[in-house]
């Protein structure tokens, strides 16, 4: 990685290809926070939970960017280190109201989960958690759910990837590798760098023989 590769670049980098959002002097910042806020309140389970939620309220609500686009962002906000949910609000953020926008979104979309933790830091031990009938019953609950809201993203953004079965195998050998232990074969940082790589040969070799002719 160069040197000057910095946060900026990769901001700029996840935003640059977002082209049809909608124009920052039409978006409030309450609205961005709001939006991202209520994402972060009430989708349990992780960033990859958050993903059908998030992509229902910037693509489908507000048309912010583009299903297309969104899928590019999904790739580099996972390709980038931090949480996915709040690389995607800074991008997003940023797209529609520069810096301030996203500040706004990485603060909605990180704050509920802040307090929620620190009230059961505060009001709920492990041993109640564990103890409690009630409480273990409703987290009991949610397990089942918060692996529907995994799935969910999935098979969209396979569907959004146009994958066919010629193709279909690919990600589902990357995640059987992925999946077992066998060292630097089941990093998911070789899988993306062979990902990048593909594309850009994919791109690259027809560029190569067209200019050839």
Do not use: C
Not at 10 to 28: C, E, G, N, Q, V
Not at 126 to 137: E, G, L, T, W, Y
Not at 144 to 154: D, E, G, K, Q, R
């Amino acid at each position: 990685m160069q040197r000057g590769f910095t946060q900026e670049t990769a901001l700029f980098i996840m935003t640059k290809d977002i082209d049809k959002a909608t124009p920052s002097d039409t978006t409030s910042l309450w609205r961005i926070f709001s939006s991202f806020f209520k994402i972060g309140a009430f989708t349990f389970g992780g960033g990859w939970a958050m993903i059908s939620i998030i992509e229902r309220e910037i693509v489908d609500k507000y048309h912010w960017i583009e299903r297309d686009d969104f899928l590019d962002l999904l790739a580099i906000a996972q390709s980038l280190p931090g949480i996915l949910a709040v690389n995607i609000a800074t991008a997003v953020g940023d797209k529609l109201r520069g810096t301030k926008g996203s500040v706004i979104a990485s603060l909605g979309s990180t704050l509920p989960s802040f307090l929620i933790i620190l009230a059961i830091a505060i009001f709920l031990t492990p041993d109640m958690i564990k103890n409690n009938r009630v409480i273990s019953s409703i987290f009991m609950g949610i397990r089942p759910a918060v692996v529907a809201l995994i799935i969910a993203p999935v098979l969209t953004s396979a569907k959004a990837a146009k994958l066919t079965w010629k193709t279909v195998w690919i990600p589902l050998v990357v995640a059987l590798l992925i999946s077992i232990d066998m060292g630097i074969i089941s990093s998911p940082i070789l899988y993306i760098i062979l990902g990048a790589a593909g594309g850009f040969l994919f791109w690259w070799i027809p560029q190569k023989r067209m200019h050839n002719r």
